[in-house]
T-cell receptor, first 114, second 113 residues
Framework: ETGVTQSPTHLIKTRGQQVTLRCSSQSGHNTVSWYQQALGQGPQFIFQYYREEENGRGNFPPRFSGLQFPNYSSELNVNALELDDSALYLC?????????????FGEGSWLTVV | AQSVTQLGSHVSVSEGALVLLRCNYSSSVPPYLFWYVQYPNQGLQLLLKYTSAATLVKGINGFEAEFKKSETSFHLTKPSAHMSDAAEYFCAVTSSGNTPLVFGKGTRLSVIA
């Protein structure tokens, strides 16, 4: 039990649609990060939020966007879905900005784009 | 830029045998290193982490890893494999400050009865 919960667990979308994935972090965790894990690959960093501000971004296009709320919840939004967006999306939270901090992962949201 | 290489995408061992999963990293600054385990259809669970204290790190479920700076390695070991250890294992690196975790591609561990 990591204290990080994600919803929905599975969803199917059509190419071109938009999707919102949600995450609830541990209370007190100021940092939330999102990762994309394609089948058979390691997780890839999408972006990080610290106290509701974007604080780092990986090599993902602007159609991937996010929000972090004061109640330690967050969202990942993906517009104009493409087939290659099919993946497991992982939310992770930590107290501070990484480094030695332990990063706790949720169970993930499986997105299939058809 | 930081990177992680996990040698062997699939490792198979017999129950009771030694488990050795290899991880080499690249980092221009002192690294923090992590091993995560992922069971089928689940998220990532932290096994252990190295944060510049002891170079031999003990984790959960009997796993341990040794940080070797000269070899830029952080291999994961367990003396005796159990069937429940079958899973995907990921090594990851980061550093102090605002840097994200960089993961390797993972090693799938199979345990044969």
């Amino acid at each position: 039990e990591t204290g990080v919960t994600q919803s929905p667990t599975h969803l199917i979308k059509t190419r071109g649609q938009q999707v919102t994935l949600r995450c609830s972090s541990q209370s007190g965790h100021n940092t939330v990060s999102w990762y994309q894990q394609a089948l058979g690959q390691g997780p890839q960093f999408i972006f990080q939020y610290y106290r509701e501000e974007e604080n780092g971004r990986g090599n993902f296009p602007p159609r991937f966007s996010g929000l972090q709320f004061p109640n330690y919840s967050s969202e990942l939004n993906v517009n104009a879905l493409e087939l290659d967006d099919s993946a497991l999306y992982l939310c992770a939270s930590s107290l501070g900005l990484g480094g030695a901090d332990t990063i706790y992962f949720g169970e993930g949201s499986w997105l299939t784009v058809v | 830029a930081q990177s992680v290489t996990q040698l062997g995408s699939h490792v198979s061992v017999s129950e009771g045998a030694l488990v050795l999963l290899r991880c080499n990293y690249s980092s221009s600054v002192p690294p923090y290193l992590f091993w995560y385990v992922q069971y089928p259809n689940q998220g990532l669970q932290l096994l252990l982490k190295y944060t510049s204290a002891a170079t031999l790190v003990k984790g959960i479920n009997g796993f341990e890893a040794e940080f070797k700076k000269s070899e830029t390695s952080f291999h994961l070991t367990k003396p005796s494999a159990h069937m429940s250890d079958a899973a995907e294992y990921f090594c990851a690196v980061t550093s102090s400050g605002n840097t994200p975790l960089v993961f390797g591609k993972g090693t799938r561990l199979s345990v044969i009865a």
